[in-house]
């Protein structure tokens, strides 16, 4: 069944040429594009949807996600905004909340943040382990999120659990729990902090990661300056994020990780200006690292402690309002960024995966259309509810 999507008025293609067509068509058939181009020369199709002049653009990539969880943490966000700064340990609180729960129920809960950032025009979501913390709710963790999500990360090592020896606990990451998450997750995360884990034991996590197969990022230099990008880059990690607080080292770093030739992809910098927000963290250097010719991602890092919004476009509002980036290159960060983030940048013909986060001819028919002539009014319309149509692999959700 091939659907024609008509009279788009700008569509932003976020393809390798960053092209951006005025009254585009594209036509979807299954789950990918077979046609995109000027709306005049549009092909016939089973069923058409005219867009009447909206403006089009890949659905959202949120690479950076902690969604299975279950309890509230508003009190400890509102001492935050009265003053208190933020510590890793409220996921401790988030920890007991969700062990309690039921699978049920904590299905029920992923389920509605998923459809909540879908009918926002995220249409690819990676999620985290990393609020079981024990061998088996763990385990529960990244089996419930690898039926409901696009990618699975593994967190074991967000929070040394109350009770144990921080190596002991980084022992037990490394084997028995790593062991128990492997079928259900591609990728391995580490919180690498102060107040979480030590330079020398996300090392050891992260290597225990890479022999187990994972794809790996990291949790890095959110709350101070650290270790974060430079294990990153050590590793050869997929991404690192939170990067508020870098060094010129830092930068070179992450930006040497980029010159390894074509079609070698780099550590991404994932930016999450809504935790900063939460948090009252600066935000990241984000013109500076691409200047410095590093390819960054945005994402909302939703989850219960310091960001509890899965709103793609807010993000891609706050960086253009307070992070000096162009709307242009706030959408590419949202989408094509959050691709190269979790490698689905392109196909993979191993797995039969299509690339998402650009629209292409083969790509995965991931589509937003807004209530708005022009992607520019994510930013210049700031807050208010745009996305007006959302299609997903050739579905629509929205
Ligand atoms: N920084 C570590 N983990 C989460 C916060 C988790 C929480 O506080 O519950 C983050 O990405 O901000
Ligand atoms: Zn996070």
Redesign the pocket.
């Known amino acids: 069944m091939a659907i024609l999507i008509t009279h788009i008025g700008e569509l932003t293609t976020q393809d390798a040429g960053h092209a951006v067509l005025r009254d585009a068509a594209m036509v979807l058939e299954g789950e990918r594009i077979s046609w995109i181009g000027p709306a005049s020369a549009a092909p016939a199709a089973d069923t058409a949807y005219d867009a009447g002049g909206r403006a089009g653009l890949p659905g959202w990539v949120d690479s950076?996600t902690?969604l299975v969880?279950a309890g509230d943490?508003t009190a400890e966000f509102e001492a935050r905004m009265a003053g208190e700064s933020?510590a890793?340990g409220?996921?401790a609180?988030?920890v007991e909340a969700t062990r309690a729960a039921g699978d049920y129920d904590l299905t029920r809960l992923l389920l509605a943040r998923v459809a909540e950032a879908a009918s926002g025009g995220t249409t690819y979501i990676e999620t985290k382990t990393?609020?079981g913390l024990d061998v088996a709710h763990e385990a529960r963790s990244a089996r419930i999120a690898a039926g409901v999500v696009d990618e699975v990360t593994f967190?074991g090592a967000?929070l040394v659990p109350r009770g144990w020896d921080a190596d002991a606990y980084t022992d037990l990451v490394c084997g028995p729990m790593l062991d128990a998450v492997r079928p259900f997750v591609r990728w391995a995360d580490v919180?690498c902090?102060t107040g979480?884990f030590t330079a020398d034991q996300s090392r050891r996590v992260l290597a225990a990661c890479a022999a187990a197969g994972l794809g790996l990022r990291v949790?890095g230099n959110?709350?101070g300056p650290g270790h974060g990008v430079a294990l990153a880059v050590e590793f050869g990690a997929a991404s690192v994020?939170?990067v508020n607080h870098l060094s010129d080292g830092d930068v070179d770093a992450l930006a040497g990780t980029w010159h390894a030739g074509p079609g070698r992809p780099g550590t991404v910098a994932t930016c999450?200006p809504a935790?900063d927000l939460s948090?009252r963290q600066p935000f990241p250097p984000a013109r500076r690292l691409l200047d410095a010719g590093v390819q960054i991602a945005l994402a909302s890092?939703c989850?219960?402690?310091?960001?509890y919004t899965s709103s793609m476009g807010f993000c891609v509002a706050t960086s253009v309002l307070q992070m000096g980036l162009t709307v242009h290159e706030a959408v590419r960060a949202a989408t094509y960024g959050g691709a190269l983030a979790l490698r689905r940048h392109v196909g993979d013909d191993a797995d039969g995966r299509r690339a998402v986060g650009s629209l292409a001819v083969g790509h995965r028919a991931d589509l937003q259309l807004l209530n708005a002539p022009s992607a520019a009014h994510l930013a210049y319309r700031p807050g208010m509810p745009l996305v007006h149509a959302v299609w997903k692999a050739g579905t629509r959700v929205r």
């Open positions: 950076h902690h969880f943490r933020y890793a409220g996921i609180v988030t990393g609020y967190l967000h919180f902090e979480a949790h959110q709350l994020d939170h999450l935790c948090t890092n989850n219960p402690g310091t960001s």
